[in-house]
């Protein structure tokens, strides 16, 4: 899995690409987390390059969602594929997050309280 950071403003788009699973997860909850707990930031999570995604990976989406909110910032996911979307459905996360199709929609959304 790689990790792509940008900053723009107040926002902070990653882009992760390959498989969030066990083995990728802890690289990823490591570095979000972080993102997440920044003084009133905004993280926009990009998984138009996410190939798949395991529980744990779900795990992590969930703690930095939860970590974000707690540092009054905003958090949104953006450019599912079909099959993540599928998992997210059915995992009952799309109705707890903020989740955009397309990720040029997450940048406005993202600053909106």
Do not use: H, W
């Amino acid at each position: 899995m790689t990790i792509d950071e940008t900053i723009s403003d107040d926002r902070t788009i990653v882009a992760l690409s390959g498989r969030l699973e066990a083995t990728t997860a802890p690289q990823a909850e490591q570095r979000l987390l972080a993102l997440a707990t920044a003084p009133a930031g905004n993280l926009i999570l990009d998984l138009s390059g996410l190939d798949y995604i395991s529980s744990a990976g779900l795990r992590v989406i969930l703690m930095v969602a939860k970590r974000a909110k707690a540092a009054q910032g905003q958090f949104v996911l953006c450019g599912m594929n079909e099959q993540i979307r599928t998992i997210f459905e059915v995992s009952g996360f799309l109705t707890i997050l903020r989740v955009v199709e397309d990720c040029t929609d997450a940048l406005p959304a993202a600053g909106a309280a």
